[in-house]
Every structure is written in C-alpha cells, then in structure tokens.
C-alpha cells in the first residue's frame, strides 16, 4: 500500500467541538508537537473570526516549523483577504455542494455555487497561495456535479480537493465505491482528501475505506475531537493503515501518547480509558487467562507492540486476576510468593477488589501477603 498524507484539523474542526476552546499558547504546543511527530499539514483556524484568531495563526505560521499550515475559509473575497493578513501560505476554500446546503445555506443553485468557487479560486491564485478546494456535505450532494466541479476547478489550476462525509452518511464500503468512481475520472494528479465525522463510530473505518480505495490525504484530528461525535483520530488511522492495510505514513508514532494527552487537556475533555491507542487502560491487563497466556507469549493477546506508541503493557491485580499475575506482580516486587498461600491471598483479593470496585495497587498486595505468613507465624507460635 502507498503511503498517505494527514491535515490534521484539531486547531480548526478540533476546536469546534462544543466547549472545546485552546489557549495561543496551547494551539502553538499542539502545532509543535504535531510538526514533531512528522504531520505533513495543519489547518489551524479561520481568519475571518476576527482579529485574535488571525493573531494567533499569524503566530504559528512565524514559528517556521516543517509543517505546511493552512486556513479554512468560505469561499469569498473577504475570508481570503483575512487569510492573507496571517501569513499562512495555504487557503482552504470550501463550498457547500449538496443541494440541501447549496439551498439551505446560501439560497444557491449548482451553477451559482460553480461561479462562486471559481472566482475564490481566481481571487486566491493572484496572491500566490497554495489551494485546496473543500465539498462540503459531498456524501449527500450528487456525484456527477461534484465530478463536474473537480474537471473545472483542474482546468483552473486546482490539484488538491477535500470530499467532506459531514454529516457521516456513509460506511465504508461506499466510502470505497465513491472514491473509487470520482478518482477513475479525476486527472492523474489529483490529491484527494476525506473528511470523515463519526456520527455512527464509522469515521476512522471511512476514512481507511477511502486511503484504500486511492486517496491520498486524511483529514483528521488527535483524539478525533470535533464537531458532535467528532472526527477521524489520526492516531487511530495512521496505526490500522500500518498494521491492518500494511501501509505506510510519515508519523513518528511514539508521539501519539504525549499529543492525546496535550490535546485533551487543553479541550478538558478526558481521554475515556478505554480509547484505541492512546487511551490509559488499553495495554492494562487483568484477566488471569489473558496474562498467563501474555506471560507466555505477548502475541497471545496483543494486536501490535504497544512500544510502537510509547507505551507499554502492564499487569493489575483485579477480580478477574489469577495466582500466576499475582506471582507475577509479587515477585517484581521483590518478594516470592508461597504456592500454598494462594488461596487464602486470591480470597483476600477478590474480597477487596469487590469491595471497593476496583484494582489492588502491587504494595496492597505485599501488605496482604506479610499479614497472610505472619497469621500463619503467630498461628505455628
Ligand atoms: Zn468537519
């Protein structure tokens, strides 16, 4: 499989997540941090908010890192005269392509979008900026107009198009089918991007149905974070296009850990523990027929080696543990549990763990197994 691209899209669609709002000074760490870890583009805001975003996209785009940035914008004359006041060498210029939000929206028609997007384009190109066009709502708009708009816009110069499922009307296999038949008629140079929302939990499966089937760039956000159920998490589709597709990307996956961390602090939203890849309890194992069979071989019960994320596989003691994790952890703490005090210890762990709903921290443990051979001890005495 070919490598892909990713825009990553947390500063802007990231942002929009209901309450989510980052700091200049947390919008500048998770642009650094995506630049670290090998992120090809960032698209970092809209200019036409007003003055202070423009300020603070202007202050990402001074840091110079080897990133490229980029703006979201309408398609009009005024959101790319704000764009140009923040230095971003990049517009993205979207316009709504479904009837029902060419209608809805703008009170357009297709040939009144047409015209609207071309003279953007137009606009744009005599400030020398780098382009992309955005089909807003392309899952729901009529598929030969969308064909129609990329051969026109090409003619115009155009390379780079971004077919947004926002409102999540698709699964993956006619995600497939759409890229497939819209790239069979696109120019051979043409860079496609998806945007996929997860309305349905379908947004990472969409996104890969759509690299698979030829495009070249995933729209996506660290967490998946963004509007209502959220976006496609980069973390999550770079690590399935790998191990899954057997593709290849530029990320530095080691990098993953640290970002979902820096990005969901600065949106205050936790990251749930069960969360693909980087979530705090996905290389957590308590089962004792999961454990004894990782201590015997990590393959056992593990998809890809969690080192590849930076981070790594760890044993708890729970309800649902076994003598030999118990052993296990006893032994890592420097003591060599007897054989014939199992049952009594496993009593005594099950009995807390359902007392209190939860694990047993590794010195609870070494408390339980001293008190265990002292009442033994004081019992002989
Ligand atoms: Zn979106």
Redo the contacts with the bound molecule.
Sequence with gaps: MKPIKFCDTTLR?GEQAAGVVFTPEEKREIVRQLSLAGVEQAEIGIPAMGAEEREVIRSIVEMGLPIRVSTWNRALKEDIDASRETGAEWVHLTIPTSDLQMKAKLHMGRQEIVGMIRRAVAYAQRFDLGISVGFEDASRAYTPFLMELVLMLHSDGIRRFRY?D?VSMLQPVTMRERMRSLLGECPEDVELEV?C?NDFGMATANTLAAMEAGALWASTTVTGI??RAG?AAMEEVAMAWHHLYGGRTALDTIRFKELAETVSRAAGRPLPPAKPIVGTMVFTHESGIHVDGMLKNRETYQSFDPVEVGAEHRYVVGKHSGWKTVAHILREQGYRPERELSMELMREIRHEADKGKRLLEPEELVRMLIEIRSGLDGGRL
Excluded: S
């Design positions: 669609d947004a926002t945007h929302h963004g509007e976006n």
